[in-house]
Nanobody
Framework: QVQLVESGGGLVQAGGSLRLSCAAS????????MGWYRQAPGKQRELVAA???????NYADSVKGRFTISRDNAKNTVYLQMNSLKPEDTAVYYC???????????????WGQGTLVTVSS
């Protein structure tokens, strides 16, 4: 089993900052690209940012220049630093980690439980 535990969400005023963390644990052999997704009420889940094990990053156009994704491979942890937050960033943020399971070599698409980010105007 592999689990993702997210933290760092909350309520912030527009223009403020938050830092999300997501730690993976369990029977992990390797994790490929880790990513943050978000889902606002009434909308589909969308990719916010992703980072490979080598450090290559990809961002949604709506967050470029404001959000920064980073990763600590030794800790199997991914972070999302969110600056200059806007009300339209309000959503539940989910961590994603495609994982190769230790021992079996099986592949799991693992998701966190989600953390709510609310940006007030």
């Amino acid at each position: 089993q592999v689990q993702l535990v997210e933290s760092g969400g909350g309520l912030v005023q527009a223009g403020g900052s938050l830092r999300l963390s997501c730690a993976a644990s369990g029977s992990i052999f390797s994790i490929n690209a880790m990513g943050w997704y978000r889902q606002a009420p009434g909308k589909q889940r969308e990719l916010v940012a992703a980072i490979t094990s080598g450090g290559s990053t990809n961002y949604a156009d709506s967050v470029k220049g404001r959000f920064t994704i980073s990763r600590d491979n030794a800790k199997n942890t991914v972070y999302l630093q969110m600056n200059s937050l806007k009300p339209e960033d309000t959503a539940v943020y989910y961590c994603n980690a495609p994982t190769v399971v230790a021992g079996t070599g099986g592949y799991l698409e693992v998701w966190g439980q989600g953390t709510l980010v609310t940006v007030s105007s």
